[in-house]
């Protein structure tokens, strides 16, 4: 029964980090925190961008909650364990699918994968941090419902959203 409860506990946390994530994503990231997220709007030089530091601090956290539960603070490892499960998600899906950042060229064509892949296009579409669709990482909203909120926010399409231009950084 405790393994249950535990993998409950794992499972929980992931979909509250999607939350957590949306949440941090429009209101840290694209704004105070923009310091470090316009790194990630703008072409990239090396293997590693300032918005990476985000990833340190969500990963810091899920450590600090996975050893204070091992230290007897029971369920805070197991709610590491859902965070450090959703950091795995977010980076195959975000960093590796979507913006291509260690190689894995798969483009796809169907499906899930397709409707989360041009969503992030989308949100990527806007110049700068104001204006944005989309800011989920593992959840994506209808397109036909981003691409209304787009042309309400900037009165009509966006041309490099609408073309996919193929520029080193097409995935955005």
Not at 76 to 93: E, N, P
Not at 97 to 124: D, E, M, N
Request: with cysteine.
């Amino acid at each position: 029964m405790r393994l249950l409860l535990d993998t409950l506990i794992v499972l929980a946390t992931v979909a509250v980090m999607e939350a957590v994530a949306w949440a941090s994503h429009k209101y840290v990231m694209h704004g105070w925190g923009w310091g470090w997220h316009r790194s990630h709007h703008e072409p990239r030089h090396g293997w590693f961008e300032k918005n990476d530091l985000y990833a340190l601090v969500f990963a810091g956290l899920a450590i600090l909650l996975i050893a204070l539960g091992t230290a007897g603070l029971w369920p805070l490892q197991w709610i590491g364990a859902g965070m450090t499960l959703y950091g795995l998600l977010y980076f195959l899906a975000h960093d590796a699918l979507v913006h291509r950042r260690w190689g894995l060229r798969y483009v796809p064509r169907s499906g899930y994968l397709k409707r989360l892949y041009q969503a992030h296009r989308l949100h990527h579409a806007v110049p700068g941090r104001d204006g944005c669709v989309s800011f989920g990482f593992l959840y994506a909203p209808r397109l036909d419902i981003l691409r209304g909120q787009l042309r309400r926010l900037h009165g009509g399409p966006l041309q490099r959203a609408a073309t996919g231009s193929t520029g080193p950084r097409a995935a955005d």
